[in-house]
């Protein structure tokens, strides 16, 4: 069965410092890899996907199936992007294809 | 309304209850789903409805009983819950484009945050 690892659960940064939050899967097939975050007192919401390569608020991520990992990096954290992040694994599927595995989680605290 | 709505936002009941969780999405998508969210542990996927049809039961026990009587409602019964069942259960939709093609984009609910007594 596929997994989704978050090995930590909080990071605390200084605004202005590099970020780098660790998602590893374990996924035999062809895995398509998310990151969604939540803000405090928002709902759940889609940050970026793998597969569109695309920088959004700053963030990237890159899927590396060698290492089967899907780190999420922002080189200068901003106060704003205090938040909890989920990284999350699409299987093939042949139901409704947005079926996501999620990870426990990680809380970004970026302090002034 | 907007997006994907939930209600009740926070819901008591003993465990002889019934008691009824519901979602709505005025997205216009063909997916809908059920996550449960409990503390330290991942988000875990316990229904899926495509079209209407249920196509994913993941092992939930039976005092959990879905209902989706078209695309844009979501019911999540309840009926003699433990405990443990406490969480926050959140609701999600999804557009399917069909041809294997994988979004992974889920809009979600603010939850239901549901405590058994």
């Known amino acids: 069965a596929q997994r989704v690892t978050q090995p930590e659960k909080l990071l605390s940064v200084f605004k202005g410092a590099p970020v780098e939050l660790k998602c590893n899967y374990s996924?035999?097939?062809?895995?398509?890899l998310f990151w969604y975050v939540q803000y405090s007192r928002q709902r759940l919401q889609l940050l970026l996907r793998h597969i569109s390569r695309e920088s959004i608020k700053g963030f990237t991520a890159d899927l590396n199936k060698g290492e089967t990992s899907f780190h999420l990096k922002k080189p200068f954290a901003q106060e704003e992007d205090s938040a909890m992040y989920y990284c999350?694994?699409?299987?093939?599927?042949?139901?409704?294809?947005?079926?996501?595995?999620f990870g426990k989680g990680i809380t970004l605290s970026v302090r002034p | 309304e907007t997006g994907v709505t939930q209600t009740p936002r926070h819901l008591v009941m003993g465990m002889t209850n019934k008691k009824s969780l519901k979602c709505e999405q005025h997205l216009g998508h063909n997916a809908m789903y059920w996550y449960k969210q409990s503390a330290k542990k991942p988000l875990e996927l316990m229904f899926v409805?495509?079209?209407?049809?249920?196509?994913e039961n993941n092992s939930v026990p039976s005092r959990f009983s879905p209902e989706c009587p078209n695309s844009s409602h979501l019911f999540l019964h309840l009926h003699t819950l433990q405990p443990e069942d406490s969480a926050l259960y959140l609701c999600?939709?999804?557009?399917?484009?069909?041809?294997?093609?994988?979004?992974?984009?889920?809009?979600f609910g603010e939850g239901s945050r549901l405590t058994v007594l």
């Open positions: 996924y035999s097939g062809s895995p398509e």
């Open positions: 999600a939709s999804s557009q399917d484009p069909g041809g294997g093609t994988r979004t992974g984009e889920l809009f």
């Open positions: 409805y495509s079209l209407e049809e249920r196509v």
């Open positions: 999350a694994l699409s299987v093939e599927y042949t139901g409704a294809n947005s079926k996501l595995t």
